[in-house]
Every structure is written in structure tokens, then in C-alpha cells.
């Protein structure tokens, strides 16, 4: 038996490894959202080390994807991928057992998401390569379930963490994955990499890591800075010029880092964009939803992020078959289909009140997993089959990037939506005007207000806490409408210009 022939005989074993690395980075995506109340008491954090803890990982594995997938490419997946890992563990191990400031978590998020930038890129680029093409769809499609299912999984265990434990768990969990997602790789991964070995592309690298480094400051600063001040104007139009200089450069490089050819196919091009739009809309919906379950509804954490279950369980299924329906549908048809389920499910949620049963959102969280699985492993698949096995880590970062953006935007615009809708429908109750703007300006800040009032007696709190849980609804309403809107347009631009299948495989 030779090489390829061994590597193939495993390829299902190597598919559940790239999934528990790739479920590492998702996790670390959102875990430490449910831990962060806990982690700002105990480090005294404010509000701006708050903010900066969780976006030193966002921006830094955001901006920096492009360039460590060509790294993957060039000097090889495998390692990447088992830096990455160690980079993970690491950090997560020195803010669990040595962080005593708020400086501390954020310098370890940031490594965290350096070396999360070289996992995610190679675990698609390995599965790309080590499976032929009649059963890449269906190998694909399961890692896109997986990528899927990571964000929900990582409120769950964010949540079970705190509740039991406390801040430092949500760090301490990756520790014994990763160590086990390290042994099996390093036994039964093969290495691949780029065998034509072109050279590096160090000022497209560069271009790239300032380009969206820039833009999704912008993007994730805008709600708290403000959308038109200095600050992100600044940092918006920079990422701008920016962009604008890569893609002149790389059509002029004798070797560019992300030929620009790419995104002449349209394959590539709509899977991006279908990618980047349904990660908005998740996003953007589990963001309010975990005010919604946990201010709204008085749940834990815990017991919030339990309530998204349905989502995953319509989700892995659908992505996991969806190669199937492509190939009796197209890819058009079965990814145009998962984002009108996808604008139905967002539809029938601005139905929603306050008093709405359970049940009724269980139903609707598993229309859009459904939706969002049909949507995301076709167009996945699209995307990397439109390019040569030697760009793999390149494609499958472009991929991500395109989520990555897709994730950060849902989750700036949705909660712009949300706050501008509920400070205008917020009413202060009379004999609460001395409060002032703070209640107008933060939904959690008129929570917890209400409730100090109240134990103190003052029987205004429970209105001030009504009124607020009233304006909040109609603020995540508004911002369902816009999810539904993008969905829908997304719908149509898929229906109307992605490729029915790929006629021919690329590779």
C-alpha cells in the first residue's frame, strides 16, 4: 500500500481529528462571553478591558488568517496546525494559572487567536486534500457542521464552566482537547503542503494582515466608538485604501499570496459571499439571544445556552447531507433553499413576545439550523473546490476570513439595531428621571438598576425592569427584520448567480 493509499485508508479518522481542532477554535470564539461578569470582579476590569479582551482574539486571528493559511501552504499544514494547537494551549494554560490583570488576558487572547488563525485554515485545507473528489462534498459538508455547531457548544461550555467552576475553567477546558487533539494528529495526519513551494508573498502578507486588521476594528469598535466618529472613520477608510493597495499589488506579484484569479469563478465568489451573509445573521441572532434568555427570560447562562440546542441538532444534519441534495439540486437550489428557510425562521421569530413559550423558539432555532446547514456546506465546498490543491490553506482562509467578517458585522450592525430601537422605545418611570441616561444607554445597566431599586424597596424598580425588557424586545424585533432582509437578499443573489454544481473538479 503506498502513501496516498494509506493516507486515504484513514481519511474519516483524519476528518474527526480537523474537527476537534476546528471545534477548539470555535469554542474559544464565544466561551469566555457567558465568564466575562465573573472574570471583570475578579480582575477588577472596566468596560474598555472588557471590550479589548474579547476583541484581541477577534481582530488578531481575523487579520492574520490570509497569511498563516499561506504559511500552512508553504512550509506545511500539519505543522501549522500543531503550532497552532500549542499556541492555544499555552496561552489558555498561563491566563488560567498566572493571570492577575486584565493586561494579562488580553495579551494571552491575542496569542490565542494568532495561533487559532493556523489551526482553522489547515484542519479544511487536510480534509480538502486527503479526500477524493466523489466524497469531498459529504467530507466538507461535516466540517462545516462542526464549524456550525461550535459557537452554540462554546455558550454551553462557557456556561457549565462558570456555573460550576469558575472564570478560569473556560481557559483550563482547552487544555486536555487540545493535548488530545495534538497526540492523534501528530500520529495520523499526513503532511501536505504546497508542492510547487513558491515562494512567499511578504508585502501581500503584510497589505493583508493591515488591511483587515483595519476593517474589522472598524467593524468591531463601531457600536461602542460610535459609526461616524473619527476614530472608526479613520480606521474604516484606512482598511479601505488598504484593500485597495493588496489587490493591486497581488495582481502584480509574480507570486501572489491570494491570486486574484480566484474570485473569477463563481463558485468561489458567491460561496464566499453566501458564507459571509448567514454568518452575520447567526451571529447576530445568538448575540441578542443570549440577552434575550438571560435579562429577558431570568435564565443562567447555563440554562441559556441549553435553550440554543435545537439550532445545532437541525444544523449537523443538514450540513452533513447536504452533498446529496447538490447533487439532485445543485448547489444553487440547496443553498438558495437554506437561507429562505433561514428568512422564514427570522420572519416567524418577530412574532415573538415576552411570554411566547418555549417551545415556539425551539421550533424556530431548529428551522434556522436547518436553514444555516443547507447553506454553509455547500458553499464551503464551492468555494474550495474552485481552487488548486497547491492554494488549499490560502482558500480555506479566504473561507474563513469570510466568516470571520460575516460573524464580526452581525454582530456590530444586530446590536447597533438592537440598542437604537430600544433607547427609542425605552420609558423611564416617573419619579426615576434623577437616573438620567444610563438606563436609556445600556439594556443590562437598566437590569441591574431595577433590580438594586427593588431590593430597596422601591416598587419602581419592577416597572423600571418591565419597561426595559418591553424596549429590548422591540429593539431584538427590529434587528430579526434586518437578519430576514439580508437572508433574503442572500437568497436571491445565490439563486440568481452561484453555479448549479461544479462541472468539472479543479483539482
Not at 478560569?168 to 487533539?181: C, D, G, R, S
Request: aromatic share 8%.
Amino acid at each position: 500500500m503506498d502513501k496516498d493509499e494509506l493516507i486515504h485508508s484513514r481519511r474519516w479518522i483524519i476528518l474527526g481529528i480537523m474537527s476537534l481542532s476546528l471545534v477548539i477554535v470555535m469554542l474559544n470564539n464565544v466561551t469566555l462571553n457567558v465568564a466575562l461578569p465573573e472574570l471583570s470582579k475578579d480582575l477588577q476590569a472596566d468596560n474598555t478591558e472588557l471590550q479589548w479582551i474579547m476583541d484581541a482574539y477577534a481582530l488578531i486571528f481575523g487579520g492574520t488568517l490570509l497569511v498563516m493559511g499561506a504559511i500552512g501552504d508553504r512550509f506545511g499544514r500539519k505543522g501549522a496546525l500543531q503550532l497552532g494547537l500549542i499556541m492555544v494551549a499555552g496561552a489558555s494554560a498561563f491566563t488560567a494559572m498566572y493571570a492577575s490583570s486584565s493586561n494579562d488576558v488580553i495579551a494571552a487572547r491575542a496569542v490565542m487567536g494568532l495561533g487559532a488563525a493556523l489551526v482553522m485554515p489547515a484542519t479544511l485545507s487536510v480534509v480538502v486534500v486527503v479526500f477524493p473528489p466523489e466524497e469531498r462534498g459529504k467530507a466538507v459538508g461535516i466540517w462545516a457542521a462542526m464549524a456550525g455547531v461550535g459557537a452554540p457548544i462554546g455558550l454551553l461550555v462557557g456556561g457549565w464552566a462558570v456555573e460550576n467552576y469558575d472564570w478560569q475553567m473556560v481557559f483550563w477546558i482547552n487544555v486536555p482537547i487540545i493535548i488530545l487533539a495534538l497526540l492523534l494528529g501528530l500520529l495520523l495526519v499526513p503532511k501536505t503542503k504546497d508542492e510547487q513551494k513558491r515562494p512567499l508573498d511578504p508585502i501581500g502578507a503584510l497589505l493583508s494582515v493591515a488591511a483587515l486588521g483595519s476593517i474589522l476594528y472598524a467593524i468591531i469598535e463601531g457600536p461602542s466608538a460610535g459609526w461616524y466618529s473619527p476614530e472608526i472613520l479613520v480606521m474604516g477608510g484606512l482598511g479601505i485604501i488598504l484593500s485597495a493597495i493588496f489587490i493591486r499589488w497581488e495582481r502584480r506579484a509574480e507570486y501572489p499570496m491570494l491570486p486574484l484569479d480566484f474570485f473569477k469563478d463563481r463558485g468561489f465568489t458567491m460561496g464566499l459571499v453566501a458564507l459571509m451573509l448567514t454568518f452575520y445573521v447567526m451571529f447576530s441572532f445568538m448575540f441578542t439571544q443570549m440577552l434575550h434568555f438571560q435579562l429577558v427570560r431570568e435564565h443562567t447562562a447555563l440554562e441559556a445556552a441549553l435553550r440554543f440546542l435545537p439550532l445545532p441538532l437541525g444544523l449537523m444534519p443538514a450540513a452533513a447531507n447536504s452533498d446529496r441534495l447538490v447533487e439532485k439540486f445543485g448547489s444553487n437550489n440547496v443553498v438558495a433553499s437554506g437561507l429562505t428557510l433561514v428568512t422564514i425562521g427570522m420572519l416567524i421569530f418577530t412574532t415573538v413576545t415576552i411570554d411566547t413559550d418555549y417551545t415556539k423558539l425551539a421550533l424556530i432555532f431548529f428551522l434556522l439550523g436547518l436553514g444555516m446547514g443547507l447553506t454553509m456546506a455547500p458553499a464551503t465546498t464551492l468555494v474550495m473546490d474552485s481552487i488548486p490543491a497547491g492554494k488549499a490553506g490560502v482558500g480555506s482562509a479566504t473561507n474563513d476570513t469570510s466568516r470571520e467578517i460575516g460573524g464580526a458585522l452581525g454582530i456590530a450592525i444586530g446590536g447597533s439595531v438592537l440598542n437604537e430601537y430600544y433607547q427609542r422605545n425605552m420609558v423611564i418611570p416617573e419619579g426615576l428621571e434623577y437616573l438620567g441616561q444610563l438606563p436609556f444607554e445600556s439594556f443590562p445597566a437598566a437590569m441591574r438598576i431595577g433590580g438594586g431599586l427593588l431590593g430597596e424597596g422601591n416598587l419602581l424598580g419592577a416597572q423600571l425592569i418591565e419597561n426595559a425588557q418591553l424596549a429590548f424586545v422591540e429593539g431584538m424585533v427590529a434587528s430579526v427584520y434586518v437578519a430576514a432582509a439580508i437572508a433574503f437578499i442572500a437568497a436571491i443573489l445565490v439563486k440568481k448567480y452561484m453555479p448549479t454544481r461544479i462541472i468539472e473538479n479543479k483539482k
